[in-house]
């Protein structure tokens, strides 16, 4: 088994300290992310179930089996497929949320003590924008307002933050690509549909 390295006193030497430069210029430590809490928190988001059919079998008996694509055929089962659809869609945004608040919290360190932070309070309250009063909202809307400007820097810090949490690089790469398909999809999308929206 692998030991840890060592300095001079014989105390295992801390681990390398990780910094990112932002396409605006700020320059953020990456941190590692506690390993289960991802995992927690989209295990927290629930699964949208698949609407149902009911099919014979030869002996007679009933059988429940969840729709797909090629079993839709009423307007009753194609609209209880569309919502489905949407819930699928939604359950994934709050997915990509989740990640972006542990990312935010958890995987960056980012400075608001000094004359650049109190700099942008000060805009926030020049554009008419409330700044949050609770501390967590606080640095995720400092981070999203101020700190990164791009899907590409933003991907680069998460990948980072995976790394620096020991996740292995294929699934940090798997994971990356479908957040940020996520996250485009969410910007690309101008007037979100609710579910209401598709009963009516």
């Known amino acids: 088994m692998a030991k840890r390295k060592q300095n001079t006193n014989g105390d295992e030497s801390p681990k390398e300290r ?10 953020i430590e990456i941190k590692a992310v506690p390993p289960f809490l991802l ?4 295990r927290a988001v629930p699964v949208p179930k698949a609407p149902t059919y009911t099919a014979i079998t030869a002996g007679g008996e009933n059988e429940i089996h969840p729709h797909d694509e090629t079993t839709i055929s009423t307007d009753e089962e ?4 569309a919502n489905y659809q949407l819930a699928l869609e939604n359950a994934a945004q709050l997915e990509n949320e989740n990640m ?8 960056i360190e980012v400075d608001m003590s000094g004359e650049q932070f109190e700099t942008w309070k000060e805009k926030q309250e020049y554009y008419g924008l409330e700044i949050p009063k609770n501390k967590f909202d606080l640095k995720i809307y400092y981070v999203e307002t101020e700190i990164l400007s791009s899907l590409a820097d933003l991907g680069e810090i ?9 996740v292995a690089k294929e699934v940090a790469e798997q994971a990356l ?5 996520g996250i485009q999809r969410i910007a690309d999308s101008e007037t979100p549909v609710e579910i209401g929206e598709l009963e009516a």
């Open 177 to 181: 690509d479908s957040f940020q398909a």
């Open 18 to 27: 990780i910094f990112h430069t932002t396409d605006r210029g700020h320059t």
């Open 78 to 81: 194609k609209q209880a497929w």
């Open 39 to 42: 995992d927690r928190m989209n």
């Open 158 to 166: 998460m990948y980072k933050v995976m790394s620096q949490s020991g």
């Open 100 to 107: 972006m608040k542990v990312l935010i919290m958890e995987g």
